[in-house]
């Protein structure tokens, strides 16, 4: 997916304008503003309101950049995010996206009025982990029925039963449950074992075993030792402790812990680290 739009530079001027003076100064109309050629490139990621309150990205988001997802509220992405990506590849119905972003002035046209500032959008695909249910068991006596566990049910798994219903399904007969109540009931063929059910069901009612896949990296970390200048800033800002300077100081990178995030590339100051893409968006 890719959005573009512009911005006519006269406007961009009078904000830039409107922003800068006092309230109370009468003489706006006086101010003038230069704004030069600029580019700027950005990585962000945002959580859509199809989320699923599941939790994974929470739970796997290895800094801890998420803010917990409850039934009122989805999951939010925090302002300490290294970008690394890992809640984009393991949300489990996509509802995580990640988009880079260029802000471009365009200063050819003479005259003022045809000069824009444009923004495109692209959205960045990343592989995903497998996620699987082993197996879901239930409580049902601790159920209330309120019913959010199969609000957010992402393939209409899990759905509110009979217990006649149930005891047909399972073959199985259950003395426990009232015949006038409702209780959940999981389609185990349908199930994907995301686990909204757990992470929004108030009362425990629910107990998830599932296969969760390793991470599938879509970059290297390149090191370029003969740039390196020893600063021990890739070090001691990496969120991960991935990489660390040898007795050489030469940084070494431990690619098991490796979490593919911006930070030591934005913090070294000589460009000795760069990430190369894997091309999976080729596929």
Do not use: W
């Not at 609000?151 to 798994?157: F, G, I, L």
């Amino acid at each position: 997916m890719e959005l573009k739009f512009q911005k006519k530079m006269e406007l961009l001027e009078k904000e830039v304008i409107l922003k800068s003076v006092e309230l109370d100064d009468d003489n706006i109309e006086d101010f003038k503003v230069d704004i030069g050629d600029f580019n700027s490139k950005e990585r962000f990621i945002a959580i859509s309101p199809r989320c699923i309150r599941c939790n994974l990205c929470v739970e796997e988001c290895p800094v801890g950049a998420i803010s917990d997802s409850t039934y009122s509220k989805r999951a939010r992405i925090l302002e300490n995010c290294v970008k690394c990506e890992i809640c984009v590849g393991t949300c489990p119905i996509s509802a995580i996206y990640i988009f880079e972003s260029e802000s471009l002035i365009n200063n050819e046209a003479e005259d003022i009025k045809d000069q824009t500032l444009d923004y495109t959008f692209n959205e960045i695909n990343i592989p995903h982990r497998i996620v699987r249910l082993n197996t879901i068991e239930m409580d049902r006596n601790k159920c209330i029925g309120c019913g959010h566990c199969v609000k957010y049910c992402p393939t209409s798994a899990n759905k509110l039963k009979s217990k006649l219903y149930i005891e047909e399904a399972e073959s199985k007969t259950y003395d426990n449950l009232d015949q006038s109540m409702l209780y959940p009931f999981i389609n185990k063929q349908l199930c994907i074992g995301c686990g909204s059910c757990v992470n929004i069901c108030s009362q425990d009612v629910y107990t998830l075993d599932r296969f969760l896949g390793p991470i599938i990296p879509t970059k290297n970390l390149l090191i370029d030792e003969d740039a390196c200048v020893s600063c021990f800033l890739c070090e001691e800002n990496c969120p991960s402790q991935a990489i660390v300077l040898n007795s050489q100081n030469i940084p070494e990178l431990d690619d098991d812990k490796c979490i593919r995030c911006n930070v030591c590339t934005m913090k070294c100051p000589v460009g000795a680290l760069n990430f190369e893409n894997l091309n999976y968006n080729d596929d």
